[in-house]
T-cell receptor, first 108, second 110 residues
């Protein structure tokens, strides 16, 4: 079977750093990606890791360890506009499987 | 600008009706997908298509049908056999690495 586990909710303070973890179990694997979704909106692509290590894009970074079937999304210098749901997703081969999402709450 | 267009944005269906959700892309992507999202939930795959005139069932295909007659278009029909169709429907197309999503259709049964 295929499954992804990520926390349902995370709370952090504006200006701080937060990490959202994701563990997965799949029968095949090409990469781990992250998407952001604001309430009522469509998911938007944030990052993609095909190889082990850290990928950095501005305030967002994503990490993958294929041996541990684990990855995380790191958000730095949190802003109120970062309040959203964040989904990890794995690519077995011909489609992408999404986790249930982590709701990020940011306190002023 | 390239992108994915879903229409309508809001749709109301009476009991026993079939309705069709439109999805059009001009990104020249071969692969297209339909997902369903319920409140506070993740995205569940309904159908996907890797190439014109071919498509596969996802995890929750029962009560839905699709067609892929053109590369640009992947319409989804919600049939009367779908007993709980109220949800947010998202269409996506992809390269090998990531998806681009449409803005979604919110379907409500009245």
């Amino acid at each position: 079977g295929q499954s992804l586990e990520q926390p349902s909710e995370v709370t952090a303070v504006e200006g701080a750093i937060v990490q959202i973890n994701c563990t997965y179990q799949t029968s095949g694997f090409y990469g781990l990606s992250w998407y952001q979704q604001h309430d009522g909106g469509a998911p938007t692509f944030l990052s993609y890791n095909a190889l082990d290590g850290l990928e950095e894009t501005g305030r967002f970074s994503s990490f993958l360890s294929r041996s541990d079937s684990y990855g995380y999304l790191l958000l730095q210098e949190l802003q109120m506009k970062d309040s959203a749901s964040y989904f990890c997703a794995v690519s077995p081969h011909d489609k992408i499987i999404f986790g249930k999402g982590t709701r990020l709450h940011i306190l002023p | 600008d390239g992108g994915i267009t879903q229409s309508p944005k809001y749709l109301f269906r009476k009991e026993g009706q079939n309705v069709t959700l439109s999805c059009e892309q001009n990104l020249n992507h071969d692969a297209m997908y339909w997902y369903r999202q319920d409140p506070g939930q993740g995205l569940r795959l309904i159908y996907y298509s890797q190439i014109v005139n071919d498509f596969q069932k996802g995890d929750i295909a029962e009560g839905y049908s699709v067609s892929r007659e053109k590369k640009e278009s992947f319409p989804l029909t919600v049939t009367s056999a779908q007993k709980n169709p109220t949800a947010f429907y998202l269409c996506a197309s992809s390269t090998t690495s990531f998806y681009t999503f449409g803005s979604g259709t919110r379907l409500t049964v009245v």
